[in-house]
């Protein structure tokens, strides 16, 4: 089993990652859905618990939305400021939220991309354990004398 260190690592190193590649990235989270950051990549200063409650509220509303007006499901929500910049929220499925904030002079397209793909990334790090507990699950299966539909047979 993965522990929670070792994710919340990786999920860091994911978020300073993308802000080297990207330069006109200033800032980053990762947010689960009630608020906590789980990792991130922010500026001195800056109020974490805020942060990451100002964001689940923002994507909550984005989701709601998106359900009542769009009759579907959110992918980003991004605020731009008038002149200073962007403020990105991209869901991770049901596991967490990307923050992602971007200077004035920001490449969209760019930020757009490496968004995408940390998102996957991120993604993949949360669900570890998941992944974990179902294969533990199906090599029990034997055991109580079924057949496991997973193994060749």
Do not use: C, H, W
Not at 6 to 31: C, F, H, K, W, Y
């Amino acid at each position: 089993m993965v522990s929670i260190d070792d994710r919340i690592r990786r999920l860091g190193a994911l978020l300073r990652q993308m802000q080297g590649l990207t330069p006109n990235i200033e800032a980053s989270a990762i947010v689960s859905p009630d608020g906590l950051v789980l990792a991130s990549s922010l500026p001195d200063g800056t109020d974490e618990e805020e942060l990451g409650a100002m964001s689940a509220a923002v994507l909550t509303l984005g989701e709601r939305i998106a359900r009542e007006l769009l009759s579907g499901r959110v992918k980003q929500v991004y605020v731009e400021g008038e002149g200073t910049g962007y403020v990105f929220l991209t869901s991770i499925g049901n596991e967490a939220i990307l923050v992602t904030l971007a200077n004035v002079d920001a490449k969209l397209a760019l930020v757009f991309m490496d968004m995408g793909r940390i998102a996957a990334e991120a993604r993949q790090i949360l669900q570890e354990d998941l992944l974990t507990e179902v294969e533990e699950t199906s090599e029990t299966v034997p055991a109580l004398g079924l057949q496991d539909p997973l193994q060749e047979q």
